[in-house]
């Protein structure tokens, strides 16, 4: 029998009325969904863990193993830090990535597979919410994995030239480019990279000492730096010309007078007298 669960006039669903208190978040909830499931054997299908009928689902059981409604607040206060402790984490796609194993290691999760509702920053503090340690410890462990990934996301400095408002998204591609040429692993071949994100995403994973990281980065530059120069001339082609020693003199007193390269020289001289030529023609 398919049983059902309402909301009474005043607004308060049946799992509101069965649990003692004040009106806990949707973190509390989670965090009963899966206490109940793990520690005491509730069986719940794994695809109402935040879901629309995650309340209804807690309801269902409470209701029907009444003892452990008595328990319910001091297995809360051993288990659930402050909501303080957990503000730093966001709902932020890099920071889940760089989280995700860090935390499953240190918990060592229990959580069950199929959990598809439970995603991003409520899956991360799922994890640590039923991992079952001393309360004061938890909060250390916390507070040191805070620190650490400040402390990791304060190297990103190292990435600014990726960070150019006007070439950020070329050059982020150019790294891409580069490492699918000179793959720093044989075994795993880099995700494409379009933006910054994307590109502190894959260093955050790669974990490349620091050597290697900044050669990885000049090696980036200059690929950066041959595409800008093929670029720019793209309409031009070398031409190699014997000059003395005296015009080769006089050339680098104009190129330093005038802040150019001895190419432009030349191509201002040649296109200046070109000019003049048709000018005279015309006349």
């Known amino acids: 029998m398919i049983e059902t669960f309402v909301v009474d006039d005043s607004g308060v669903d049946e799992l509101s009325q069965l649990l003692t208190g004040p009106r806990r978040t949707t973190r509390h909830?989670?965090?009963?969904?899966?206490?109940?499931?793990?520690?005491?054997?509730?069986?719940?299908?794994?695809?109402?863990?935040?879901?629309?009928?995650?309340?209804?689902?807690?309801?269902?059981?409470?209701?029907?193993?009444?003892?452990?409604?008595?328990?319910i607040n001091s297995k809360k206060d051993r288990f659930l830090i402050p909501d303080i402790y957990l503000k730093w984490i966001e709902e932020d796609e890099r920071q889940y990535q760089w989280l995700l194993g860090r935390i499953k290691n240190i918990t060592e999760s229990r959580l069950p597979r199929g959990l598809v509702h439970l995603t991003g920053r409520n899956h991360l503090i799922a994890?640590?919410?039923?991992?079952?340690?001393?309360?004061?410890?938890?909060?250390?462990?916390?507070?040191?994995?805070?620190?650490?990934?400040?402390?990791?996301?304060?190297?990103?400095?190292?990435?600014?030239?990726?960070?150019?408002?006007?070439?950020?998204?070329?050059?982020?591609?150019?790294?891409?480019?580069?490492?699918?040429?000179?793959?720093?692993?044989?075994?795993?071949?880099?995700?494409?990279?379009?933006?910054?994100?994307e590109l502190l995403m894959y260093f955050d994973e790669a974990e490349h000492g620091p050597h290697e990281q900044k050669a990885i980065i000049q090696g980036i530059k200059k690929r950066w730096s041959?595409?800008?120069?093929?670029?720019?001339?793209?309409?031009?082609?070398?031409?190699?010309?014997?000059?003395?020693?005296?015009?080769?003199d006089l050339?680098?007193?104009?190129?330093?007078?005038?802040?150019?390269?001895?190419?432009?020289?030349?191509?201002?001289?040649?296109?200046?007298?070109s000019r003049m030529a048709c000018t005279s023609q015309a006349g």
């Open 29 to 71: 909830d989670i965090w009963l969904w899966l206490y109940l499931d793990d520690y005491e054997n509730a069986g719940f299908d794994p695809a109402t863990c935040n879901g629309i009928t995650m309340r209804d689902t807690i309801a269902g059981f409470l209701k029907k193993n009444t003892d452990n409604l008595a328990t």
């Open 127 to 197: 994890m640590l919410d039923l991992w079952n340690v001393e309360i004061g410890k938890k909060a250390g462990k916390i507070e040191r994995l805070r620190d650490h990934w400040l402390s990791h996301k304060a190297k990103d400095r190292e990435f600014e030239w990726f960070e150019d408002k006007k070439d950020g998204n070329k050059r982020c591609k150019c790294a891409w480019e580069w490492l699918e040429k000179n793959p720093p692993s044989i075994f795993k071949r880099p995700p494409p990279i379009s933006n910054y994100k």
């Open 226 to 248: 041959r595409k800008q120069f093929d670029e720019r001339a793209a309409d031009k082609k070398q031409v190699n010309v014997m000059l003395s020693k005296t015009v080769i």
């Open 251 to 273: 050339l680098d007193t104009l190129a330093k007078k005038h802040k150019l390269k001895r190419a432009q020289v030349l191509e201002l001289l040649i296109t200046t007298e």
